[in-house]
T-cell receptor
């Protein structure tokens, strides 16, 4: 049984701070890792993908992967109120074509 | 279009009626997924199509639910004899063979009254 766990939140951070979102997964054979952002009433939007250990940066977003610890995180620097959303972690296998989604963490950035 | 297209955007149906939800994936994407999301809840996997392989139907909640994918492109999710607990947003996503993540459509909000 492949499982993905996230703190449901809400995680509240002040504007300009770093938001840190965490995700753990159960299957050591997982190959690909994704972060999605979902605004209220909207569908999930893919914002980051990471496939190998270490950090991957894209603008204000950094994804971090540690396969030994079965842990993936998303850092959002200089958080803005517009970053307030639910962030879903997804873990894939079969070259990323099968996915399991975590329950999501609700982030609130306070102005 | 450039993205995943779902229709209708909203559907209100009476309990006991059948409904069909349509998904048109991104051109060239071989994998197609259906998920369901109830209000305030996470994504519930329903079914997965990959090319010409047999679909993974392990997430379908009952035999009232079925899905087809014709010609490796458009997919239809059918719910027979709808129940109030079927009310949710039904999301379709597609993914390229290279496994670069799944891209979602805007969803169909189904309300069973």
């Amino acid at each position: 049984q492949k499982e993905v766990e996230q703190n449901s939140g809400p995680l509240s951070v002040p504007e300009g701070a770093i938001a840190s979102l965490n995700c753990t997964y159960s299957d050591r054979g997982s190959q690909s890792f994704f972060w999605y952002r979902q605004y209220s009433g909207k569908s999930p939007e893919l914002i980051m993908s990471i496939y190998s250990n270490g950090d991957k940066e894209d603008g204000r977003f950094t994804a971090q992967l540690n396969k030994a610890s079965q842990y993936v995180s998303l850092l959002i620097r200089d958080s803005q109120p517009s970053d307030s959303a639910t962030y879903l972690c997804a873990v894939g296998w079969n070259y990323g074509q099968n996915f399991v989604f975590g329950p999501g963490t609700r982030l609130s950035v306070l102005p | 279009g450039a993205g995943v297209s779902q229709s209708p955007s909203n559907k209100v149906t009476e309990k006991g009626k059948d409904v069909e939800l349509r998904c048109d994936p991104i051109s060239g994407h071989t994998a197609l997924y259906w998920y369901r999301q109830s209000l305030g809840q996470g994504l519930e996997f329903l079914i997965y199509f990959q090319g010409n392989s047999a679909p993974d139907k392990s997430g379908l909640p009952s035999d009232r639910f079925s899905a087809e994918r014709t010609g490796g492109s458009v997919s239809t999710l059918t719910i027979q004899r709808t129940q109030q607990e079927d009310s949710a947003v039904y999301l379709c996503a597609s993914s390229p063979r290279q496994g670069r993540g799944a891209f979602f459509g805007q969803g169909t909000r189904l309300t069973v009254v």
